[in-house]
């Protein structure tokens, strides 16, 4: 029977396409990591594997020469990479959203999805702190940055400054994402470990922890799965909150609104949902996953990208607004220069890709063609990656002193270091499509099956051991 749920109307729809049973989502799920990779698998990882190799010739490129690669001034200290830092650490929002905030409100729609969007929230976080890494300069002194004993003399680090907030809350975050995304994946492996032979079955038999299957096995981990899920929908909130003050806490102009914490909050569950969509499309085609990642999802996200581009948009009239009525002169001046300064160009590709774009959506008939999503999805990555961009590098560049104005003009090196990480963050992806189960097969089994965690989910392929 194929799984149903209610997606924005009253009328239950079909989330699964065709009938399937327990033991045929076991099979179509597996079936891509017994076989050999696609030809279309290998097409895309040799892509991805080829920019992330680019990337990391432009960062060793940078760290044997030193940071006069960039195109950072005296007046500029910060450019692409505090704005691809930020811009990660935003990707990173929607997985938690959809793996923690749709769970405790118990939405069926995101059993297809919320695997693949875990995995992004870990790649993406690893991405997002490689760059003040190589931001540093000398990244090989990065443990500075954690308090520690040590023989130096005086040398503390100061808890007064949103710097060093970022590295515990970026870390926290990082932790009980892996974490929830692990335990989610235990009852997967250990369906997989009892298809599995020679080697791999002992690789997946020590990675399921011991699993059984009994009752009390999957009473404790839905009981884990809440909690862990009570744990990370605050760091959702937390964690953008803690980088905007890297840029609220400061005297910049343009930087010091109060504004910046939900803005940023909201901005980063915008860019992240936009990202796991564009995933979804492409691991949907990639995997042959048709029939699990249907459109019924697609619409769905669809709609929470309308929805918070919407205040995304919101914001950006707020940020404008709040600096006519400040009635300061600097304040005024700075967001003029947004939009008609040098960089206006950049303000302009900001707007029309995160807030006219999305608009698109609100067409069924758009959000029924695959192809305008997937191109919607694009535009939104780009026009936040320029959010972050305009934000950063248009605020520094004209300060207080016109005799201290200057233009930031990146270089290949920074632009080497940028696709750099997207290929990182593909090749970690596609990885992971190969090697573990991209689709949460307990979850959809239990929404098929109408059962709470402890029902049986083997569909006959797996071993069900009964534990007292």
């Known amino acids: 029977m194929a799984t149903k749920g209610q997606v924005g109307s009253a009328t239950p729809v079909p989330l699964i396409e065709g009938d399937k049973s327990c033991g045929q989502v076991t099979r179509d799920v597996c079936g891509p990591l017994e076989r050999g990779p696609t030809k279309l698998w290998w ?83 690893i991405c997002a702190g490689l760059y003040p890494v190589i931001h540093m300069g000398r990244p090989w002194l990065a443990y500075w940055v954690f308090p520690y004993p040590n023989f130096r003399g005086p040398l503390w680090v100061n808890w007064r400054s949103a710097l060093l907030w970022d590295v515990f809350a970026i870390g926290t975050y990082f932790t009980i994402s892996l974490v929830f995304w692990y335990v989610g994946l235990i009852p997967d492996l250990a369906t997989i ?32 799965c809440i909690l862990l899920a009570s744990l990370a929908t605050p760091l959702v909130v937390s964690v953008h909150s803690v980088v905007s003050t890297d840029f609220a806490t400061s005297l910049v102009p343009g930087w010091h609104t109060t504004v910046l914490p939900p803005y940023f909050v909201i901005g980063a569950v915008f860019s992240g949902f936009a990202m796991v969509l564009m ?41 404008l607004f709040t600096a006519w009525y400040s009635g300061s002169e600097y304040e005024q001046f700075a967001f003029a220069n947004r939009v008609r300064g040098p960089m206006g160009w950049a303000y302009a590709i900001m707007v029309l890709c995160n807030v006219v774009a999305p608009q698109l959506l609100w067409s069924r008939k758009i959000r029924s063609s695959l192809g305008a999503v997937f191109a919607i999805t694009v535009l939104v990555n780009i026009g936040m990656w320029f959010e972050r961009f305009v934000i950063i590098a ?13 233009t930031y003009t990146p270089t290949l090196v920074e632009f080497g270091a940028l696709i750099g990480g997207f290929g990182l963050f593909f090749t970690l992806f596609l990885l992971f499509c190969r090697f573990m189960p991209m689709i949460s097969m307990c979850e959809i089994k239990t929404v098929i099956s109408g059962d709470g965690y402890g029902g049986d989910h083997s569909g006959g392929d797996s071993e069900e051991r009964s534990v007292a």
């Open 43 to 125: 097409w895309a990882f040799l892509c991805a594997a080829s920019v992330l190799a680019l990337g990391a010739w432009a960062v060793w490129y940078q760290i044997a020469t030193g940071i006069g690669t960039w195109g950072l001034n005296r007046t500029v200290g910060w450019g692409f990479d505090i704005t691809n830092f930020v811009f990660w650490v935003g990707i990173g929002h929607a997985g938690t959203l959809i793996s923690a905030v749709l769970l405790l409100f118990r939405q069926k729609w995101r059993t297809s999805i919320n695997r693949s969007a875990e995995a992004m929230t870990i790649f993406a976080v």
């Open 394 to 406: 248009g605020s520094l560049q004209r300060d207080y002193l016109p005799s201290a104005w200057s």
């Open 279 to 319: 995933l979804m499309l492409i691991a949907r085609k990639v995997m042959s996953f048709e029939e699990y990642i249907t459109k019924v999802h697609i619409g769905a996200m669809c709609k929470i990208i309308v929805f918070t581009g919407s205040i995304v948009g919101l914001a950006y009239g707020t940020e």
């Open 193 to 224: 470990r009892d298809r599995a032979k020679g080697l791999r079955k002992k690789i997946f038999g020590f990675f399921s922890l011991g699993w059984d299957g009994s009752a009390r096995t999957w009473s404790r981990y839905e009981m884990a």
